[in-house]
C-alpha cells in the first residue's frame, strides 16, 4: 500500500473508500492472460493497484506491474473505466474500497514474470477460455469485456 493509501487508512479506518487504481491484462504471445495468485485470498487477479498522488494512470500501471510481475511494460492501450456496485471490495483485514479503475491491455512487455511474494504467491498465464473460476471478482468485469473488445474504449 503505497503513502497517500496508508495516510488514508489511518484517517478513516477501513471505512469504504473511493480508490482510483489500474488493472493490467497483460498478454503473451500466444493471447494469453498474465494472472496472480494474491496472498490476501488466494484468488487469482490481474496485476493492479491505486494510482498514487501525482502519477498517471499509465505511471501507476508500469510500477504496480513491476511491482507484482517483475515485468516492463513497454506499451499499453486503454480498454476501460470500471466504477459502481460491482466494483466495491473487502479485504481479508476489513478495508473496503470502491474502484475507479481504467484496464489496460498490454501487449508489449519485457522481462520474465515472477511473483513478488508479497501481493502474488505465483504468476502464470492462462488461456482466455480457460480463465480459473476463483477470479478477484472486481476483476472479472475486465477479464469478460476483454473476451469481446473490439477496440472501442468502455465505460462501465
Known amino acids: 500500500m503505497g503513502g497517500y493509501m496508508r495516510e488514508m487508512r489511518q484517517l478513516l479506518g ?17 493471447g494469453e492472460v498474465l494472472l496472480q495468485r494474491r496472498t490476501d485470498t488466494g484468488t487469482w487477479g490481474l496485476p493492479a493497484g491505486a494510482v498514487e498522488l501525482d502519477e498517471t494512470p499509465l505511471e501507476a500501471l508500469r510500477r504496480e506491474v513491476a511491482e507484482e510481475t517483475a515485468l516492463e511494460v513497454l506499451e499499453a492501450e486503454p480498454m476501460g473505466l470500471y466504477c459502481g456496485p460491482t466494483q466495491k471490495n473487502t479485504y481479508p483485514n476489513g478495508d473496503e474500497i470502491q474502484c475507479f479503475a481504467v484496464a489496460f491491455i498490454v501487449r508489449r512487455w519485457k522481462g520474465s514474470p515472477r511473483a513478488d511474494g508479497v501481493e502474488g504467491s505465483q504468476v502464470r498465464f492462462f488461456p482466455v477460455a480457460e480463465l480459473p473460476t476463483d477470479l478477484v471478482p472486481i476483476h472479472q468485469e475486465s477479464l469478460e469485456d476483454y473476451r469481446r473488445f473490439d477496440g472501442k474504449f468502455l465505460v462501465r
Do not use: C, K, M, T
Not at 477501513?14 to 500466444?30: H, K, T
Open 14 to 30: 477501513s471505512r469504504r473508500i473511493f480508490l482510483p487504481g489500474v488493472r493490467a491484462i497483460i498478454l503473451n504471445e500466444a
